[in-house]
């Protein structure tokens, strides 16, 4: 079946533009992440839905950031006033969540590369 | 706190030789390890994971972990390598909540 998708896969913007970044989770999944990856890093977690709900978005660096997953099936990562420091991939994850989250496999989309100039 | 670290940047390995990725975590309570591969232009793919039991993992294109709860490692290993693994390998640990903490990564180069 198919992947994680992500769009688009890539996004240049301006300082200060606004930007949505979305993804398509795997058909089914009620689990979903998105995570930022800086060059020469691993993916660091920003928030996390189960169905409609953000069940931690402890990850969140401020309050430009945003993201909604309004019927539970695909999630829209929204930033505000962007900066240069938020150019980054951008990746998104599912995973069934259904039963013992902890245990689930996240499986990744391709992620979105955003270059703020 | 959680974390995991991975201490080699990049691993050089001949191929046909057997490889090993290192990491090593920190975690409150029982870990749950898990080892992502990335190609270049593409997303995490999942390799394997330890949830409980056998302290050796067998995950895809096989590759395999070893848990050692003294050591607090979880490495990666092949018994031969291809040029074809070479990539950028991430491993995770999950805490009591949902997050993910990655490791910096670990370049891999399987040198023909």
């Known amino acids: 079946g198919a992947g994680v998708s992500q769009t688009p896969s890539n996004k240049v913007t301006e300082k200060g533009k606004y930007v949505e970044l979305r993804c398509d989770p ?36 401020n309050d430009r ?15 505000q006033r962007t900066e240069r420091g938020d150019s980054a991939v951008y990746l998104c994850a599912s995973s069934p969540g259904a039963v013992g989250p902890r245990t689930d496999t996240q499986y990744f989309g391709p992620g979105t590369r955003l270059t703020v100039l | 706190a959680q974390s995991v670290a991975q201490p080699e940047d990049q691993v050089n390995v001949a191929e046909g030789n057997p490889l090993t990725v290192k990491c090593t975590y920190s975690v409150s309570g029982n870990p749950y390890l898990f080892w992502y591969v990335q190609y270049p232009n593409r997303g995490l793919q999942f390799l394997l994971k330890y949830i409980t039991g056998d302290n050796l993992v067998k995950g895809s294109y096989g590759f395999e972990a070893e848990f050692n709860k003294s050591q607090t490692s979880f490495h990666l290993k092949k018994p031969s390598a291809l040029v074809s ?11 009591y909540g949902n997050q993910f903490y990655f490791g910096t ?3 891999l180069t399987v040198i023909p």
Do not use: M, N
């Open chain 1, 26 to 61: 795997i058909s089914g999944h009620t689990a979903l992440y998105w995570y930022r990856q800086s060059l020469g890093q691993g993916p660091e977690f920003l928030i996390y839905f189960q169905g409609t709900g953000a069940a931690d978005d402890s990850g969140l660096p």
């Open chain 2, 105 to 107: 990564g670990t370049s």
């Open chain 1, 65 to 79: 950031f945003f993201a909604v997953r309004p019927e539970g099936s695909v999630s829209t990562l929204k930033i």
């Open chain 2, 85 to 95: 693994d070479s990539a950028l390998y991430f491993c995770a640990v999950r805490d």
